[in-house]
């Protein structure tokens, strides 16, 4: 198991599956709290990801980065809403840091920290206001707290603490993003961008685990 | 779900191709069926020398925005997929084509979305040239503006700045004068909704919130998202009430000003309901002093066929009675 | 049923206050609230040497009447209860406020209580010397017009015919020549519609038909009575292949000629499934070879808050595109 | 038992009781097959006329004529539909044959005979045609073939064949109307007025038949 590009490739397509599965549950999520299309905006993401990666053969020193390049700037030209800036941007911030070949447990914690980076700097929200950053801010924090551990341990870890995170978007007021519109009422409902950043991350684990 | 569409993921699109069809007087639309970003410009292309508007978000809410490209209004518009903000990619080639090398403002709608994906757009559009400049509308006095919310949303008097910046831009007002004057009718505008429906996004197929037979929302935004409060269903001069006095008492209107008084149309009510809102309101407002020296009634920011209304107050002064009596022609309104 | 509405009893009279008073620069609204017979007319009175026109029928298809009434467009307008002709009593005065000296054109749709009440106000206008010419307006090719039905029905077609005639008066024709022209537009006007849900009067409460969710009503009128044939729920492109190949085929419009092609909402559709028709429909003519010269697409022929459509095809000539684009100043129709 | 001007009140009267309370049942006739205003636009013309009668006094000499005429006039000005007209006129023509302080028999028939003209005189429908000719036309009929009756004879005769000649509408298919746009499918419901006709002459009976 190496987290190279042909990984992150692979994290991309299972993302794209994850996500399509996923769609009408995250839609739900949304008709709940907010207005209905965020399983479908990311689903219409994705699904131009898988092609516009088909469309580009892998260099032979393909980096990690180039590859999350790829997929930021295709979520921000195709999703749309909230979500579309917010997911670009974390791809794009961890496109950044990740410009190798191959990544190492320090480099996955550099990548979930700039995407939350990414995501804060786009959205101004912090923990607790029921975002995604309630799940994308605990595991950028579970990597860094898996000293030492494999660099797959660190992405499972990361993954299991934004699934945490999102379950824990249930009882929380949203004051960001549309759900903020509700007030109290918006508690009692998981927050889909929280639940979908917990479906990408265990996309990322699945991809890892891949032959 | 009954809609007259065919493939509800090609809704917008095949919405926008009539729409392009049947007023190519008036628009151009660009990138329809995958040929590339969609948005829309004014037939015959930017005017030189005059401030160009650009304004857009998700679809649904017709006539809004591209309904109002054409003269003395906006020069582009940007539909998102319905209810989602547009994509910067969509944004951008739309503020370069509105640039008649005067600048372009753009805007926007206060919503997470629409705000970022503008902000994007906009970064964009300046590294091409184009000296832009954006005003945020936030006249929905349902949400409050605290620090508990993403801010008040944009709703249905973005007409009045759309229609009013356009006049000045029109008169020929440079950028920094066309965007004062849309700063201060998003300062003078505010106004709150109803929907005793809700609306079906045609790919999700079923409701975009629940409401029992005898309950309504009270003020909801444009998004197909709930409102603020659930109550049960009562009269016509009941709502009324609950709509107009939140937004006069924001907007600290007086008795002996002047207002243009405009109640909009969610979709799907008839427009004899929208009058009897009409008649309610502006003796609400008589009774305050205050006089409705202009009036617009009817669906200019819907969403999609849902049930309900909203009323918008804007004060008026001599300058923009004015700029709201300039001419205008776009698809949706002309005079 | 959720309406916006006071006491479902008083509806016409409570949208009609609202739309006097939002209007007021048009229309005077004479007789609310039991104070005599209902009747719209023109604000500042008719006009001196030109041919008045007055047309009439149920409420609960707003804009029309009431909305047309104004500059280039109809002088007195006649509101009878929800879906109920009007009254003579209520027709004659309307006609006798439009008769500024040169007759008065009165537009019927062909339904037996229009056509009745008008008969009865007519001959009572006649006896108070005002010399009357009457149109019977009968676009719907929904109905066969035979024995074995009253005839055909007047339904959005009857739009072309006002805003036509209101052209021909306004550049001076006398009765005669108003009649003929108004008597061009009906023999070149065809319609027909589609309901995908029923309206529901407010007195009564319940929708004016049932229809199943997964059916359609083709051929509906307008007073809420189901259609001709039920079937079941298709797309887009089929419903309006449905609509407009009659339609087109009842007018013999032949290649090479001119339409103009009107999309109308019934009221609860949504603009943006409107432009979806009308894109449709405009490419099924090209396909036989018809241009289409002029379009206007919105809700202008309703049925309170009824999901569906019409598809209305005139044929025009140079003059009727005269006359179409000529200037109109009314509620509902400005250019 | 005198069919007087009192008589002809206490019709109007009593029409504007059966009319409220059929109100929905006529609603919903029309409803089947029409636009749903049939009992409405009714009731609120009876309901017109039986304030106009409290407001104009009896005079002491008041013909039969007079009252029908004022139904009539007020019938037309306030019931609108097709259905206003149609009772319009036939009030107005049967008023005319009426200009006297009492009927007898033959009055009576030729008070329905006049009806029946001038509906057929408005609206061109007959018999079969599944309007309320269907239900007046056999009701001047049995009047006038229940020769040598007593004149409240004559007006039951003409009521039962009235409620007879509505119920017989059912199967039919419309031809005139706004029921005849339904063409086949306007078979199997009754013809709302014919049924209203049929009430409107049960009321006449128990006008009648009151003290
Ligand atoms: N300011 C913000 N910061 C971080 N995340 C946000 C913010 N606003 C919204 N979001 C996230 O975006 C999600 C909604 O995405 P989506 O439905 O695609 O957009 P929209 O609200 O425009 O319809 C929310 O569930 C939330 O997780
Ligand atoms: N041409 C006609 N001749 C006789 N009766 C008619 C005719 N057309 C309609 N009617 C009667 O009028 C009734 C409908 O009345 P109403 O519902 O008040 O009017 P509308 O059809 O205008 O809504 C029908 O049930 C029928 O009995
Ligand atoms: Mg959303
Ligand atoms: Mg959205
Ligand atoms: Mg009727
Ligand atoms: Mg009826």
């Known amino acids: 198991m190496t987290l190279d590009a042909a990984w992150a490739r692979r994290w991309a397509a299972q993302a794209a599956a994850t996500v399509a599965a996923a769609k009408d549950d995250l839609t739900e999520l949304d008709r709940q709290i907010g207005d209905g299309d965020h399983g479908h905006n990311l689903d219409r993401g994705f699904r131009a990801v898988v092609a516009k990666l088909d469309a580009t053969p892998a260099a032979a020193d393909e980096t990690v980065g180039a590859v999350l390049k790829l997929v930021a700037t295709t979520l921000m030209s195709t999703v749309g809403g909230a979500a579309g800036p917010l997911y670009g941007t974390a791809f794009l911030r961890a496109a950044k840091v990740t410009d190798r070949e191959e990544l190492d447990a320090p480099a996955v914690v550099a990548l979930l920290e700039a995407a939350v980076e990414g995501i804060t700097a786009r959205g101004h929200a912090t923990t607790g ?39 824990a978007t249930i009882p929380l007021v949203a004051t960001k993003g549309r759900a903020s519109y509700l007030g109290e009422r918006s508690a009692g409902h998981e927050d889909p961008g929280a639940r979908s950043t917990a479906l990408l991350l265990a996309a990322a684990v699945a991809a890892a685990e891949e032959p | 779900m009954k809609k007259l569409l065919d493939d509800p993921e090609n809704a917008v699109d095949d919405s926008l191709t009539g729409f392009a069809a049947a007023h190519a007087d008036l628009v151009e639309v660009h990138g329809l069926h995958g040929a590339g970003p969609v948005f829309v410009s004014r037939a015959g292309g930017a005017v030189a020398g005059k401030v160009g508007l650009v304004s857009g978000g998700g679809s649904g809410h017709e006539p809004l925005h591209a309904g109002f490209v054409g003269a003395g209004m906006l020069d582009a ?11 910067p990619d969509q944004i951008t080639p739309a503020i370069q084509a509105a640039d008649g090398g005067a600048g372009v403002l753009a805007i926007v709608k206060n919503y997470t979305g629409d705000v970022l994906n503008f902000e994007t757009a906009v970064e964009l559009a300046e590294a091409e040239d184009v000296q832009v400049a954006t005003v945020l509308v936030n006249d929905d006095v349902a949400v409050e503006d605290s620090l508990y919310t993403a801010g008040r949303r944009g709703v249905a008097g973005t007409v009045m700045v759309e229609k009013i910046a356009g006049a000045a831009a029109a008169r020929g007002d440079d950028l920094a004068g066309v965007q004062a004057v849309a700063e201060r009718v998003v300062a003078n505008v505010r106004s709150m909704g109803v929907a005793l429906a809700a609306c079906t996004v045609p790919h999700v197929g079923k409701p975009s919130f629940d409401l029992g037979e005898g309950e309504i929302e009270i003020g909801i935004g444009i998004h197909g998202e709930p409102g603020r409060q659930r109550i049960a269903m009562t009269s016509a001069s009941e709502i009324t009430r609950l709509l107009l006095e939140p937004v006069a008492d924001d907007l600290h209107v007086a008795s002996g000003e002047r207002v243009l008084l405009f109640v909009n149309g969610m979709g799907g009510t008839p427009q004899s309901e929208l009058y009897v809102v009409y008649g309610r309101a502006r003796a609400l407002l008589e009774e305050r002093g205050v006089t409705v020296a202009r009036s617009l009634v009817g669906n200019y920011v819907t969403s999609l066929e849902m049930q309900g209304a909203s009323i918008t107050l804007l004060r008026l002064d001599d300058e923009l009675e004015q700029l709201w009596d300039a001419p205008v022609h776009t698809a949706a309104m002309h005079w």
């Open chain 1, 129 to 167: 206001e029921k975002t995604m950053v309630d799940a994308w801010q605990p595991a950028a924090e579970a990597a860094a707290g898996a000293d030492g551990a494999t660099t797959l341990a660190v992405l499972e870890a990361a993954a299991a603490a934004a699934d945490a995170g999102a379950t």
């Open chain 2, 77 to 87: 518009a940007v539909p998102g997929a319905v209810f989602t903000s547009p994509t």
